[in-house]
C-alpha cells in the first residue's frame, strides 16, 4: 500500500505542490494497546524528511505520547491528510475536499487495517476526518471544553467506515485533543507535569493502562 500511496496525485493541488507524500508509521514492536494517533497534515519540515511529526509539532507531539505513557515504538502514527500545501487551509471548500478524499482513499483503509483500541485525534482536521460534519457542528478549535463529553462515550464508527467491508462492527475510543502546534505555546518545557495532570490526558491513560492489562 505503502508504494501507490507514495504515488498518489488524487489531489491535483497537493500533488503539484508536495516533494513527497509523508506516509503513515506503524508500531515497530507488537503493541499492548493498539493506539493510532492521527494528526493534521505534513509541514515544511515533515515535506523535507517523509516522516510524521518531526517539526515543531514533534515536541507537543512527544510530550502527549510520553504523558499517555506510550513509547513511538509502540503506536501507529499517521495524518489525515498525507501531503504539505504551504496554504492548505482546512476551513476552504477545496482543503475539506482534500481531507474527505484522504480519509476516503488511506485514512479509513488504515484504520481497518490497523484495527486501534483508540485513536487520538490531534486538533480539528483530524476530528473532521473521522466525524465528518458532526466535527464541523461542534467548531472543535474554540470549544475545546467539549471535548471531555465526546469522550466520555464509546464512540461507534461504523457510520463513517460502513464502505469499508472489513471495519464492520469495528468500534474504538476516539481521544481527541489539541494539535501539538498550539500546545507548544502553553504546555513547554515547564508543564510536561500540568500535561500529565490534564483530566482528559489522564483518562486516555487509564484506559491504554486496562487495555495493556486485558
Ligand atoms: S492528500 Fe492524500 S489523497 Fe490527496 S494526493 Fe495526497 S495522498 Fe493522495
Redesign the pocket.
Known sequence: MISE?KR????PR??KM?SQ?VPWEKPIESPRARVMFIGEAPGKVEDAKGKPFQGPSAKGFNALRSALGLRREEIYVTNA???FAPEWNANSKLGWQ?IE??RS??LLNEIAEFKPFMIVALGTTAMKALLDDKALKLNLTKKADQWPKIAEAKTNMVHILSDVEATNGNSFWLAPFWHPSPMNKWLFPQKQAELERHPLVARYRTLIDQARKN
Open positions: 500511496l498518489c496525485a488524487r489531489c497537493l500533488a508536495r507524500v491528510v498525507k501531503c482534500e478524499r484522504c482513499e488511506w
